[in-house]
């Protein structure tokens, strides 16, 4: 049986980020069977003009499978701003070759960035979403951020999905506070240092806080030492691999107070390793997320609620223990990756199929 050929296009596998982490778990999966998948990054974290010509490298590598008529399905994953114009761009390309085409829509910023367009800007928006065969968005809430601009637009829920161990590894004895995001106010960092200073003399003298990241590193070290909570403070940094999994084995709670969101990996990434979680009430982190039953949530830059959450859970060790076995029972029951991969091989072969009877009424 012929395979059905996919075109995977994302940031370089170098970027940080949720996005890319998601495309990684695909790549790295090793049962799909049928379906033959050919990454194409078309994005890396460099100046203007080398991003430039790396996407124009990219896009003639595209360009050259559509000629020769090696890509069946384009699965293109699209973030806000630059992301979305330049898969705009691919998309446009590959319909003109009848490839068919889904838009994974994984940015934060979605609707900022749609609201502060001009009215010509928004109808290609518009226009773009309604061309694709398929928009996928993570969580139910997202789907009147499609909808709401592009009525006719297709749009299906696919929640994002992790490697779910097979026994819950949460260490219930652990005293460090995981922050695994990037640093900066859209993730609420700052809230949290506000936090620790407030809690500070609360606090157990052995709890201690790994701010894990990218972005704003050098801004976070420095009001790190104006607040005068150095002692608190166990890692400033990005981690990734065995660190990442050495941090969360050692981590009895995690915390991402942030402002914007989708539906954060590394929400889901501790939830499977048993870490209780404290997040916001924000786009679809509610959908996993369960205000006293498995987590808490509270409203963004609500800095007295954080507080109290996380001098709660530092200090019941059995709220800690409920919160960590339903959260890993959630995340082996709904968002493995097994589960997630199963629903997109069928909506890759719902749609091979769709382009083989519209081939054969075309012959």
Known sequence: MKPLRILMCASSLKVKGGMVSVVKNYLGYSDWGDIKITFVPTHIETNKYLLIAYFAVAYLRILWLAIWRRIDIAHLHVAERGSFYRKAFVLQTLKRFGVRVILHHHGAEFDLFYNGLSDKRKEYVNRILCTAD????????????????????????????????????????????????????RKGTYDLLEVIKRIDKELPSDVKFYLCGDGETEAVKKEVEALGISHRISHIGWIDGKQKEDFMKQSMVNVLPSYNEGLPMTILETMAHGIPNISTNIASIPEVLHDGENGFLINPGDVDALCDCLLRLATDEALRKKFSERSYELMRRSF????????????????????????????
């Open 134 to 185: 398929l928009n996928i968005v993570l969580s139910q809430r997202l789907v009147q951020m499609i909808k709401g601009k592009s009525p006719e637009a297709n749009v299906e829920v696919l929640y994002n999905a992790v490697n779910v161990p097979q026994m819950n590894p949460y260490d219930i004895q652990s005293r460090n506070v995981l922050f695994l995001g990037r640093l900066g106010h």
């Open 336 to 363: 493995s990756l097994d589960a997630n991969i199963a629903e997109l091989r069928n909506i890759y072969q719902e749609m091979g199929d769709i382009k083989k009877h519209h081939h054969n009424e075309e012959t």
